[in-house]
Nanobody
Framework: QVQLVESGGGLVQAGGSLNISCAPS????????MGWYRQAPDKEREFVAR????????FYADSVKGRFTISADNAKDTVFLHMTNLKPEDTAVYYC?????????WGQGTQVTVSS
């Protein structure tokens, strides 16, 4: 069984920075990409960023371009999200996602709160 374990997150003031990371545990699996989604209270889950596992190409939501950076350490099987210039509207639960060959996997989520 595959589990995605997120770490990091917390409370930060507007304009600050925060890092979150995600690593799978359990049964090894092949993946096409890993990424991050977020869900704010009373809103639908939305895409934040994704990194291709084969060639490292990255993709971002317009709302975070220029502020967030997704990266991966393939040797450690870990994906990171470096968030800068955080805004109150970035407040959400951030979920790690892995696009496996047969299915997607999701983490439990980590809370990011940005105070104004």
């Amino acid at each position: 069984q595959v589990q995605l374990v997120e770490s990091g997150g917390g409370l930060v003031q507007a304009g600050g920075s925060l890092n979150i990371s995600c690593a799978p545990s359990g049964q090894p699996f092949r993946r096409d990409a890993m990424g991050w989604y977020r869900q704010a209270p009373d809103k639908e889950r939305e895409f934040v960023a994704r990194i291709s596992w084969s060639d490292g190409r990255t993709f971002y939501a317009d709302s975070v371009k220029g502020r967030f950076t997704i990266s991966a350490d393939n040797a450690k099987d870990t994906v990171f999200l470096h968030m800068t210039n955080l805004k109150p509207e970035d407040t959400a639960v951030y979920y790690c996602q892995a696009q496996g060959r047969l299915r997607d996997y999701w983490g439990q989520g980590t809370q990011v709160t940005v105070s104004s």
